[in-house]
């Protein structure tokens, strides 16, 4: 009954996306032994100005 | 001073919405004797393609 | 498919907080319609001196 | 390595949210000696309906 | 930059909780090309009594 | 009304988390204008075994 939150920031394809929850999805499965039917994941888009990083947002920083 | 944060997915009106706010507010008063005054309660609505469900999204499952 | 995550303060009983569970799902499938099975709720408990309210913690303002 | 997630209201200036970032990263620093480059912070903006305040959104309490 | 919370119901060995971090670390990398050193991921244990499944916690439902 | 939520690694005294709460407070009643009554600040300890950085844990790293 593992629930994942995995903040990205924005700009990623749909496709890619959904990549991201085949794996980790996967990925938790296989080290925990959780059956995947209870595995959820929630990603959460940051626009790049909403990222700060050493006190600099990814907007600045010119990620 | 409880703090409630409810991920659902988007589409519901503002009115149920407001409705969640409202009801999950009085849960918490109720259950734990929580001062209304004091309880916090955000929203965060997911996009379908957002949210996984044993490893695929809610957008590809047709939910 | 909502999932609740419940910052509150330690402290409640066992009894207290399984009736926490209860009636935000409660709450939650009464205003959006949201079907019982797939809702989840994680309590969060916060010792007092975690918990920061206008700069101080609920520790020192004795709470 | 502290991360910190700061929910907001919305409608803020892309001017201030970067002075948030700086000033949060360096109350970080200052208070517990985190170096800056492994700081990070997340802002999450809320919609005004999306937030309860004692059990009525933001938008219908005319914040 | 990608950072990931996972909650998981208390009880897994150390060693199993690092393999987690390992492949959700590889699962992020490989499906939206975000550099290693980037990736963040935060473990939450619940205790059974925590988490909640369609009104019940884990604890009274006997996982 | 600003929440913020700070993850940190678990091991600091009591004093340098009440500063934490106070700084960071100060840090988002300054950039943002928020009033100080409305601001919460919940810190989350991390035990070194729960903290991922590039694939391994804090504790596997010797932090």
């Known amino acids: 009954m593992p629930i994942a939150t995995i903040n990205i920031l924005e700009g990623r394809s749909d ?9 980790v999805t996967e990925a938790i499965h296989q ?5 995947y039917q209870g ?12 990222f700060g990083i050493a006190g ?8």
């Open 56 to 63: 600099k947002s990814a907007k600045k920083l010119g990620k």
């Open 39 to 50: 595995i959820r994941v929630i990603l959460n888009e940051m626009p790049k100005q909403h």
């Open 31 to 35: 080290s925990i032994d959780a059956p």
């Open 15 to 23: 496709e890619k996306k959904e990549k991201l929850i085949e794996l």
